[in-house]
């Protein structure tokens, strides 16, 4: 290494290109434009290679040049390498030639791929010398900041909208962070928190922190990447709520394509969202490079956001990469979550039953083709949305301690299933 910043060069504004130092800062003083973390590729490029990443633990740091910490991590050393799983039976189901389930559902500590931007974010803070840490969320990203500010001795305050459920609250709650739960939607959190974190001296990992954070999604597409064999796949399929994540797959795609990690190839990125709340793919689907705030009406609640921060640079990436953005009814996420648990045993959360929901109609609508190869980004838990479900997944049969029971219900459900 060799400046005090590691890799990293400067933030820089997504907007004109300013430069500024490399502290907690988020946005553009000239126009406001989004900060994102620049890095020395050249130096980059001397000692990062497919070799490198391979000799490496498994874990998201094996790619930690191109994640924005100076020095070492010290938060979340564990978090990543989730399975990237052919799911042969839910591509027939689908119809589609090849399918891949990229499982964050089962990511380390919280079970969603949160805790890939929380361990950047929280490492980060502590270089920067904070000791209370804080996010506005929609739910994983509050789990994930209460447990991993837990294991790192940090103060932690998450926000929430109070109506979350029950398991998302439980789940942040157990670790004893402050858990506030604010009478409105994440939009208005969000803007209570950029109040705060204007006026307590807070990292607040999705505010003042978001440049760092943010690159920790880019994780996920490494790994994609890697765990394809270092090939980039034809098309991926991710859930939006900020937009976010999927900017930075495709960041993730183009630095690996840029420092010939992989060949670059003309893969497809496609956005997802619940109909209850879709301003990035009803924009899209308007041919608009702009989308219009809505109010959130969704089960999918880690997905509500009705103003999305990085709306219209995903809206960017989809129509740059020839990627389709559509939404899903509730009733659609519903089937979504119960044909990946039932055709690849996988229980995602209701965000993944919106990225089945939308693979599907996107497979059937042609706008995927049926002989091509799809990476699906399943990024939640389901344990933690049973509320979703409950009521919708059939009953338990209930009978005595009793033999003959038992083969009373066999024979009557042969002859309804005949
Ligand atoms: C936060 C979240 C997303 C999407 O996040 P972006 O804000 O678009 O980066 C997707 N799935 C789940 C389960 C999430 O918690
Ligand atoms: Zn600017």
């Given at each position: 290494?060799t400046?005090?910043n590691?890799?990293?060069?400067?933030?820089k504004?997504?907007?004109?290109?300013?430069?500024?130092?490399?502290?907690a800062n988020?946005?553009?003083e000239?126009?406001?434009?989004?900060?994102?973390?620049a890095?020395?590729?050249d130096?980059?490029?001397?000692?990062?290679?497919?070799?490198?990443?391979e000799?490496?633990a498994?874990?998201?740091?094996?790619?930690?040049?191109?994640?924005?910490?100076?020095?070492?991590?010290?938060?979340?050393?564990?978090?990543?390498?989730?399975?990237?799983?052919?799911?042969?039976?839910?591509?027939?189901r689908?119809?589609?030639r090849?399918l891949?389930?990229?499982?964050d559902?089962?990511?380390?500590?919280?079970?969603?791929?949160?805790d890939?931007?929380?361990?950047?974010?929280?490492?980060?803070?502590?270089?920067?010398?904070?000791?209370?840490?804080?996010?506005?969320?929609?739910?994983?990203?509050?789990?994930?900041?209460?447990a991993?500010?837990?294991?790192a001795?940090?103060?932690a305050?998450?926000?929430?909208?109070?109506?979350?459920?029950?398991?998302?609250?439980?789940?942040?709650?157990?670790y004893?962070?402050?858990?506030?739960?604010?009478?409105?939607?994440?939009?208005?959190?969000?803007?209570?928190?950029?109040?705060?974190a204007?006026?307590?001296?807070?990292a607040?990992v999705?505010?003042?922190m978001?440049?760092y954070?943010?690159?920790?999604s880019?994780?996920?597409?490494?790994?994609?990447?890697?765990?394809?064999?270092?090939?980039?796949?034809?098309?991926?399929?991710?859930?939006?709520?900020?937009?976010?994540?999927?900017t930075?797959?495709?960041?993730?795609?183009?630095?690996?394509?840029?420092?010939?990690?992989?060949?670059?190839?003309?893969?497809?990125?496609h956005?997802?969202?619940?109909?209850?709340?879709?301003?990035?793919?009803?924009?899209?689907?308007?041919?608009?490079?702009?989308?219009?705030p809505v109010?959130?009406?969704?089960i999918?609640?880690?997905?509500?956001?009705?103003?999305?921060?990085d709306g219209?640079?995903?809206?960017k990436v989809?129509?740059?990469?020839?990627?389709?953005g559509d939404?899903?009814?509730?009733?659609?996420?519903?089937?979504?979550?119960?044909?990946?648990?039932?055709?690849?045993g996988?229980?995602?959360?209701?965000?993944?039953?919106?990225?089945v929901?939308?693979?599907?109609?996107?497979?059937?609508n042609?706008?995927i083709?049926?002989?091509?190869?799809?990476v699906?980004c399943?990024?939640?838990?389901?344990?933690?949305?049973?509320?979703?479900?409950?009521?919708?997944?059939?009953?338990t049969k209930?009978?005595?301690?009793?033999?003959r029971?038992f083969?009373?219900l066999?024979?009557?459900?042969e002859?309804?299933?005949?």
């Open positions: 290494m400046t005090e590691g890799y990293m060069k400067a933030l504004c997504r907007e004109c290109g300013r430069e500024y130092p490399l502290t988020h946005v553009c000239y126009d406001f434009g989004p900060l994102e973390v890095y020395d590729y130096l980059i490029r001397k000692s990062f290679n497919r070799k490198t990443i000799s490496r498994q874990s998201m740091w094996r790619y930690r040049e191109l994640l924005p910490v100076a020095t070492e991590p010290t938060v979340g050393l564990q978090v990543g390498h989730t399975p990237l799983i052919k799911a042969d039976r839910l591509a027939k689908l119809g589609i090849e891949w389930i990229k499982n559902t089962v990511n380390y500590p919280t079970l969603s791929f949160k890939r931007v929380v361990s950047v974010a929280l490492s980060r803070s502590k270089e920067l010398g904070y000791k209370t840490v804080a996010c506005a969320s929609t739910g994983n990203l509050a789990n994930s900041v209460a991993n500010a837990a294991s001795g940090l103060r305050f998450v926000f929430i909208p109070a109506d979350l459920e029950q398991g998302k609250i439980v789940n942040s709650l157990v004893g962070p402050e858990v506030i739960g604010i009478k409105g939607h994440y939009d208005e959190v969000n803007r209570l928190c950029a109040e705060i204007g006026k307590y001296g807070w607040f999705n505010v003042n978001r440049p954070y943010a690159e920790g880019k994780s996920m597409g490494f790994e994609i990447a890697e765990q394809m064999g270092w090939k980039l796949p034809q098309h991926t399929v991710v859930p939006m709520a900020s937009g976010s994540l999927l930075k797959i495709h960041k993730s795609y183009q630095e690996f394509a840029k420092l010939g990690i992989v060949e670059s190839s003309g893969y497809k990125i956005g997802a969202q619940a109909s209850g709340c879709s301003p990035i793919t009803v924009a899209h689907k308007a041919g608009l490079d702009f989308f219009k109010k959130p009406d969704t999918a609640k880690s997905l509500a956001i009705g103003t999305p921060a219209f640079y995903a809206l989809m129509k740059e990469t020839q990627g389709h939404d899903v009814t509730d009733d659609e996420i519903r089937e979504g979550i119960r044909l990946l648990a039932e055709y690849e996988i229980f995602a959360e209701t965000a993944g039953g919106v990225t929901g939308v693979a599907k109609k996107l497979i059937a042609g706008r083709p049926k002989d091509d190869s799809a699906l399943i990024t939640g838990n389901g344990l933690k949305t049973l509320d979703a479900v409950v009521g919708h997944v059939g009953n209930e009978i005595r301690p009793s033999l029971e083969e009373a066999l024979s009557a459900e002859k309804a299933s005949a």
